[in-house]
């Protein structure tokens, strides 16, 4: 576990690079140095293909780096046992990903049962993130199936903090909903961030998304990364990329 | 005499070759199973192997049955004994099935589902146990389902070199050109087939993820 007096990084690549296996491999991220502090919502935007969803599976190494090296707390990620690095980052993804033959339920408990966490704190625990994530307790006994987008991906995000992970990684997890749920979850993200105050690395192409919710911004294109800016600094930059970023998006900030 | 009167006639006859047909197709599908389940989830993790296994069981199917039981007619102790020839025949014929539909189910579970589970931290075999195959499992029981039903049909042949079954009266009734006998051991595997279907066909549906 991390300890909370530690002032590095929570995260850091050091000129990691991502080339995709064979010899003809195309690279995908190109030299990418970046420090993700403890608890800030570092956003990564930019559009598709960009490299935003390599640079974070890095991360939680379901991808390993082609080159440099990347530290999570404080150790490379290679000579990090991938299970217990996975198992203290939690990982929600647009698709959700949710086991569709087990309950709300069981899948919010996942960690926690291959965990081995005694069943009466498993229930409390899924109870707790229930309400956490502003769903009934009434649900948990359903199937992912039987519930709508904006559930679903309540679940998942209950789901990735079940363990209490100091790290959340989170991939695009409203893209798939109306515009109406994806504000609503958006406020809520923003108000257990508030209380959880997790280190999260979001992955977006949503300028509106971008600024609401990041504490800074990295801009990537063409598998580099452009800039890292706050939302105010963003808002104000005249780096052209940032510039056409904002043009495409409206003025309307 | 007629049909009927000729079943009524020779029952504990029927029921012998018919328990005799059940006892060959029984254990030649649970072997094919203990075999080729675990081949066909080994080849969805060393895909190396994919071409050679599936191939292999491929060939296997092109061989004619009546051939098969004759190759091995001179193997070392299997070949001592005609149902242990009858058995060792059917199991080989019934593993593309499996391994196949093994492969195929475990290949098509939702890619964000296997990806979210790996993200999470769950083990190679936390995967295969508690997503993997239970997500397969309904297409799993279809191989199960078409494997078991193919035995019943080839398992007639097994009369030819002796192993018993209910290809006796089939090949007793060719032999006689009497189409009572014939029919006596051909309506029992087709009734046998039919069963097998229907209640391994109910068993997929209801273990098929919704």
């Known amino acids: 576990m991390m300890s909370q007096s530690d002032s590095r990084p929570a995260i850091e690549f050091r000129n990691v690079s991502y080339r995709l296996p064979g010899s003809e491999g195309r690279t995908l991220l190109h030299d990418l140095t970046l420090e993700i502090q403890r608890g800030e919502t570092l956003i990564l935007l930019g559009r598709s293909g960009s490299g935003k969803t390599t640079t974070l599976k890095l991360i939680n190494h379901l991808l390993a780096p082609s080159g440099g090296e990347l530290l999570v707390d404080n150790r490379a990620t290679r000579d990090w046992d991938v299970i217990r690095l996975r198992r203290m980052i939690g990982y929600v993804i647009q698709e959700t990903g949710l086991f569709p033959h087990f309950t709300v339920e069981r899948n919010i408990a996942l960690v926690p049962r291959i965990e081995n966490w005694p069943a009466h704190r498993i229930t409390e625990r899924v109870d707790e993130l229930l309400q956490l994530v502003g769903l009934d307790r009434e649900i948990a006994t359903r199937y992912p199936r039987e519930l709508s987008g904006g559930q679903r991906q309540r679940v998942g995000v209950a789901r990735a903090l079940a363990a209490d992970p100091p790290i959340l990684l989170m991939d695009e997890p409203f893209g798939a909903l109306d515009p109406i749920t994806r504000a609503e979850l958006r406020r809520e993200f923003l108000d257990l961030q508030q209380r959880l105050r997790k280190t999260v690395v979001f992955v977006t192409h949503d300028l509106r998304e971008a600024l609401s919710l990041g504490t800074r911004i990295a801009l990537m294109e063409a598998g580099r990364l452009v800039t890292v800016q706050t939302p105010a600094e963003f808002l104000t930059s005249t780096e052209p990329l940032t510039v056409s970023y904002k043009d495409a998006c409206g003025t309307d900030f | ?210």
Do not use: C
């Open chain 2, 1 to 210: 005499m007629n049909l009927y009167q000729f079943m009524l006639h020779n029952h504990t006859e029927v029921l012998e070759l018919t328990l005799e047909h059940l006892w060959l197709v029984g254990i030649s599908t649970l072997l094919a199973v203990l075999i080729g389940i675990p081949l066909g989830i080994l080849i969805t993790r060393w895909p190396v192997l994919n071409k050679p296994v599936l191939g292999g069981a491929n060939i296997i199917q092109t061989i004619p049955s009546l051939a098969l039981f004759g190759f091995l007619l001179p193997a070392p102790w299997i070949g001592e004994r005609a149902d242990r020839i009858a058995i060792l025949a059917l199991t080989l014929y019934a593993l593309l099935p499996l391994i196949r539909n093994t492969y195929v189910g475990i290949k098509g579970v939702d890619r964000s589902v296997i990806e979210a589970g790996r993200g999470m931290g769950l083990t190679d075999r936390q995967l295969l146990f508690q997503v993997e195959l239970p997500l397969a499992l309904g297409v799993i029981i279809a191989g199960v389902r078409v494997a078991t039903v193919i035995s019943v049909g080839l398992a007639t042949i097994a009369a030819a070199i002796g192993a018993g079954g209910l290809g006796e009266y089939i090949f007793r009734g060719l032999a006689m050109v009497n189409n009572q006998v014939i029919l006596a051991g051909a309506i029992p595997a087709a009734v046998m087939a039919l069963l097998a279907d229907i209640s391994l066909g109910w068993l997929e549906k209801r273990l098929s993820p919704h």
